[in-house]
């Protein structure tokens, strides 16, 4: 007879990375579809991407996170019975809320291209979206139930297998679709319909990935579904007092998850109303663009590169706190904090240093707008790192309510500064970025502080942030005046390669001579042996 057990779970560290990692390929696939058809195509492609993006953190990675607690909770007590009917009455209200959500999508695609972007030509990237939307609520249900009955190889396989589907398939689609708009294009004297024609094509491989992830996830239920019912059949008798608790505890993961798309739709939304009604000389397509689809995307792009590496360092701090060992959690959280930043800062500071480099190689072009907007950006890579972090912790620690409330004040002050520094400073897209900078910042703060307080933890400023900022300076000034000198003559590829290459060495030496970086510390770098000799000869490490 089979029995209910977690020891052959997927660890949850790698359940996490492989989430990233698929979020990580679809901020690739929409890089490579910008690459093929321009700003254009990523400001007809934002609104719908994004809002699918919403959709699907929503209803499938919020619900999945929410059933798998609500049946996880139920299984150790063996009350399988209570957990089916739980997920059946779940089933119900999110199939119909995605069916409703992605119908109206569907019938108010027209409306919403007229009134936000001042056009009728992104309605069928709408309508794709919604049709996407409407079997995603189904997924998360079953997502949930199978890894809380302790089936976790499907869902590690179902975002990637979605990811991988949209951006093989999407990508095809993309180039088709943009090679017949471009003859569309001069038999009707336009220049937008290639653009048009490829941002559907990026939406029709989002489609397609989503309804293989659907059949993916249904699959993988019915090839289960003895085997769970020989659960329920062992398990305890139905209890009369069971309550589907799915409802409460997905209120607080769903604006946790959905918040990055959703900012970028709310300033999507504000800009091109804005813009539209108050300057009308400004193409604001173009730089909406240019600003939602070369930077932000990239933004991302290098926000999970970098939180990739410590889902695992997290998860240990995670441990500790559940089994009330708040000291030991205390002494992990200071190391996650200290080689976190020993990698966010100079990623944002190379980012900052290289920005034009980083858009022509990947995509084969770039104006001084977006060059000034990602290097503003590289300061966004770092907060949004540590906003990640830190809303994955507080969740965890049973404070999520403290982590809504921090999201809230961030919301405001985002919305606040949004309407100032567009309307009244007349910033225009700098302004957009620069008041998301702000409020993830401020967001960043309220959380440290939180966590600080549970753990009692102080900051250890000069080894986390003062040594590690001032040693990406120094690498980051080197390696400017490298890549002004060296663009023009081996090409944005390898011109990237050299500094990045660069860029490291200078870092790590700097740090290891000035003790940011101590020699027994040096086995946790990436190739840190290397300078293990220096690190020696200038001092000895004090244990």
């Known amino acids: 007879m089979k029995t209910y057990s977690e020891e052959k779970r ?57 059933v798998y607690i609500m049946v996880r909770l139920r299984a150790r007590r063996s009350q399988f019975h209570n957990a089916e009917t739980n997920m059946q009455r779940s089933m119900r209200i999110f199939s119909i809320s995605s069916l409703v959500m992605g119908g109206l999508l569907i019938a108010l695609s027209y409306i919403l291209c007229s009134v936000v972007l001042g056009t009728d030509r992104g309605f069928i990237q709408l309508i794709l979206a919604g049709v996407s939307v409407i079997f995603l609520g189904i997924q998360g249900v079953l997502r949930g139930y199978l890894q809380g009955i302790g089936y976790t190889k499907p869902i590690v396989l179902s975002d990637l297998l979605i990811a991988l589907v949209s951006i093989v398939s999407g990508t095809i689609a993309v180039g088709i679709l943009y090679n017949y708009g471009l003859k569309v294009n001069k038999l009707l004297h336009a220049n937008e319909f290639s653009a048009v024609y490829g941002s559907t094509g990026l939406m029709a491989g989002i489609l397609l990935g989503s309804l293989v992830g659907l059949i993916q996830t249904v699959i993988s239920y019915h090839l289960r579904k003895g085997e769970i019912q020989e659960f329920v059949k062992n398990g305890a008798p139905r209890y009369l007092d069971n309550k589907n608790d799915v409802l409460a505890g997905i209120r607080p993961l769903m604006p946790l998850y959905a918040t990055p798309a959703l900012a970028v739709l709310v300033d999507l939304c504000f800009y091109c109303i804005f813009t539209r009604k108050v300057h009308k000389d400004i193409d604001y397509m173009a730089s909406f663009g240019i600003y939602a689809g070369y930077v932000i995307c990239t933004i991302a792009l290098f926000t999970l590169i970098c939180t990739l590496p410590y889902i695992k360092s997290m998860n240990r701090v995670m441990a500790r706190i559940e089994r009330d060992e708040f000291e030991g959690a205390r002494d992990r959280y200071r190391r996650l904090i200290r080689f976190s930043n020993m990698f966010f800062i100079p990623v944002s500071v190379f980012v900052f240093a290289t920005a034009e480099t980083i858009l022509i190689a990947l995509f084969g072009k770039s104006n001084a707008l977006a060059n000034s907007l990602l290097s503003l950006g590289g300061l966004m890579i770092m907060c949004a790192s540590h906003a990640i972090m830190s809303s ?27 309407v100032l520094f567009v309307w009244p400073l007349n910033m225009g897209v700098m302004g957009v970025l620069l008041s998301g900078i702000l409020a993830v910042g401020i967001y960043d703060a309220f959380c440290y502080l939180m966590i600080s307080r549970v753990l009692h933890h102080r900051h250890e400023w000069m080894m986390s942030f003062v040594l590690p900022l001032a040693s990406a300076a120094a690498a980051g000034l080197v390696v400017f005046l490298l890549n002004k000198l060296l663009i023009n003559v081996i090409g944005d590829i390898l011109t990237l390669i050299v500094c990045a290459l660069i860029f490291w060495l200078v870092y790590m030496l700097v740090m290891v001579v000035t003790g940011g970086l101590l020699a027994h510390e040096l086995k946790k770098v990436p190739f840190g042996n290397l300078f293990y000799g220096i690190s020696t000869a200038i001092r000895r490490d004090r244990y």
């Open 392 to 418: 994955w912790l507080l969740n965890h620690m049973g404070k999520s309510v403290a982590a809504l409330v921090n999201l809230g004040i961030g919301w405001a002050f985002h919305i606040i500064l949004l």
């Open 10 to 66: 997927i660890k949850p560290h790698i359940l996490t990375a492989a989430v990233y990692l698929a979020a990580l390929v679809m901020m690739v696939y929409f890089i490579m579809a910008v690459r093929i058809c321009g700003e254009k195509g990523a400001f007809f492609a934002v609104g719908p991407f994004f809002i699918y993006c919403v959709l699907y953190c929503s209803f499938v990675l919020a619900v999945q996170k929410a």
